[in-house]
C-alpha cells in the first residue's frame, strides 16, 4: 500500500498497555509510554485510550531497565522520561526547516539518553551500572518510524498477514537464531538468552540502534513487548493471541492477553506489552 493511501486511511488509534511485576520479581523494572506531541507540547497519554490522527504525532515506547538496587527500577523510568524531554525540541527543529529525517532524530534520541544514562552512573553511587532497552514507534499518518535498542520487540500484525518482528534482539542469542544456528524455542530456554550486547547505559560504551519505518493501514496492529512477555510465549502465540485469542481471553484488550498468557507460562521477569491498533 502506498505512503499517500495509508496516510488519507489511518485516522485513529486505539491503544493498551499493561506492566505487571510478575511471578517471582520483588519490583517492576519495566516501564511505558504513551504521548502526543506537537512543536507547542507534549500530551501524556493514559493507557488505554484512543484519539484520532489530526496534525499530532503520537509515540508509544516500552523499557526494561537493569542495575543494583532500584537501578534498573530507575533507569527504564529515565529512558521514557527523557523522550518526553528531547523528542518535542527536535520535532520543533523539524518545524523550522532543520529537520535531519524522523530516524536521524531518533537515533540522536537514543545516544542522548544512553550519554544521560552513564553521566548519571559516574556521578551518583545508587545509579552505578544502570542501564535500559528501549524500543519506541513514532506513528505519523500512514508511516511508523521505530527506533530500538536491547532484547525488548516490537511486532507488526498487518490487517491481512501473519505477525513479523521488526526488530532484533542485541544479544548472542539472538545473533544465533537469526543465523540459523538455534531455533526460537532453544533462544528461550537458554541460560544466557538476556545478555545484551547492546543497551542505553550500563557497561556499553557506544550504541547502534536499529532504526527504520514501515508503512501502515486501518486493521494493522503494533506490539511492544519486554523479554518478559517474549520469555513466556512464542511469536506464533503472540500471532495468535492477537489475531484469534482463545475464548477466555477474547473479553480483555491486546495487551493484557499478552501478559496474562505469559505470565501464566513464565512469569520469571517483569512483563509490560504495549499495542497500537490502527483504525
Known sequence: MSEDSGEAAATRLRWNGLTDVGRFRQNNEDAFLALNFDAREVRYLGKNGEAQVNGEDFIFAVSDGMGGANAGEFASKIAVDKITDLLPKSFKLGALGLDRGCQQILVELFNRIHSEMHAMSAHYEECRGMGATLSLCWFTPGVVYFCHVGDSRIYHLPKDGELKQITIDHTHVGHLVRQGAITEFEARTRPDRNVLNQALGGNVQKIDPQVGSI???????????????????????????????????????????????????????NLTALVVAID
Do not use: F, M, W, Y
Not at 225 to 237: A, E, F, H, L, Q
Not at 239 to 268: C, F, I, M
Open 215 to 269: 508503512t501502515v493501514e486501518p486493521g494493522d496492529r503494533l506490539a511492544l513487548c519486554t523479554d518478559g512477555v517474549t520469555d513466556g510465549i512464542s511469536n506464533r502465540r503472540i500471532n495468535t493471541l492477537l489475531a484469534s485469542p482463545p475464548a477466555h481471553l477474547e473479553s480483555v484488550n491486546d495487551a493484557e492477553r499478552l501478559v496474562v498468557d505469559a505470565k501464566q507460562e513464565s512469569g520469571r521477569d
